[in-house]
């Protein structure tokens, strides 16, 4: 892989994005987009509302196949990886507004979809090991007493520590965030900023936050970027 990243850091890359080509068919969104995150930095992106954020996301996920360029998670090729499970595992995707946030889904299993996605209940039963992780993903953010809840019936900063569970319970080393704190009021927003940042010394993790607002970036992450004209560069 080539690198003309805008982060370079020593240690271990989380992430190595390489001449980046991703779209929907038409005009690419990301276009030449490259990155190497270290493991354990905690990376803001700014852009706009169709910038691509959540593409960048997407195909970080290995959701859309790059038309070309490569992504490495922790030094391992998407492309070349046939463990798909081993990708699933180590990046969590924590979405602007919780799902299940509007249905009737307890805390519990919606912490514990986190172990297998959509297929949670249909074909699974959750074991001793699945339950112990729920539990131990509930009591780092805070949850514990509230694992029979509706999740309908929590707070917006609730219900973003559940989605935020949801990704730890499957012991994910990155986590994806998009726009976290949209939803919140200021004293929700801090507490989960403080949050985030605990469990990331806590658990090592590697921490990238999308959001069209830069300000609020800054105040939270150790580096920003921009996106724009489908590449990451430098906040002036
Ligand atoms: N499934 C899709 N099919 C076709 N075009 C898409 C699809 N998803 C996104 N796009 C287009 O790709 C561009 C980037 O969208 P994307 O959702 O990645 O931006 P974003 O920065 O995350 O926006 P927002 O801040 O509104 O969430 C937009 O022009 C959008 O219309």
């Known amino acids: 892989m080539?690198?003309?990243?805008?982060i370079i850091a020593a240690g271990v890359s989380a992430i190595t994005i390489a001449d980046l080509w991703v779209g929907y068919g038409q005009a690419p969104v990301l276009r030449d987009l490259s990155l190497n995150l270290a493991a354990g930095r905690s990376l803001g992106i700014a852009g706009p509302n169709g910038s691509g954020k959540s593409t960048l996301f997407k195909a970080i996920l290995g959701l859309i196949p790059p038309s070309r360029g490569e992504i490495a998670i922790l030094g391992r090729r998407l492309a070349?990886?046939?463990?798909?499970?081993?990708?699933?595992?180590?990046?969590?995707?924590?979405?602007?507004?919780?799902f299940p946030g509007r249905l009737p889904v307890s805390v519990l299993d919606a912490v514990l979809m986190g172990r297998w996605g959509k297929t949670f209940g249909f074909?699974?039963?959750?074991?001793?090991?699945?339950?112990?992780?729920?539990?131990?993903?509930l009591?780092?953010?805070?949850?514990?007493?509230?694992?029979?809840?509706?999740?309908?019936?929590?707070s917006g900063g609730e219900q973003q520590k559940v989605a935020i569970a949801?990704?730890?319970?499957?012991?994910?080393?990155?986590?994806?965030?998009?726009?976290?704190?949209?939803?919140?009021?200021?004293?929700?927003?801090?507490?989960l900023v403080a949050m985030i940042e605990r469990l990331r010394h806590q658990r090592r993790l590697t921490v990238v936050t999308v959001s069209h607002d830069?300000?609020?970036?800054r105040e939270i992450t150790d580096v920003i970027l921009r996106l724009r004209d489908g590449r990451l560069e430098e906040m002036p």
Do not use: M
């Not at 080539?2 to 805008?6: D, G």
């Not at 699945?130 to 539990?135: E, I, T, Y």
């Not at 009591?139 to 929590?154: A, F, I, K």
């Not at 830069?214 to 970036?217: F, T």
């Open 80 to 98: 070349a990886e046939r463990d798909r499970a081993w990708v699933r595992r180590q990046v969590g995707y924590v979405p602007q507004q919780l």
């Open 214 to 217: 830069a300000g609020h970036l």
């Open 166 to 191: 949801r990704a730890l319970v499957r012991d994910a080393s990155i986590l994806l965030l998009d726009e976290p704190t949209t939803y919140l009021d200021q004293r929700s927003k801090a507490d």
């Open 139 to 154: 009591l780092e953010v805070g949850l514990v007493g509230h694992e029979r809840s509706d999740c309908r019936s929590l």
């Open 2 to 6: 080539t690198n003309s990243s805008p």
């Open 123 to 137: 074909f699974k039963h959750p074991g001793a090991a699945d339950r112990s992780a729920a539990r131990q993903a």
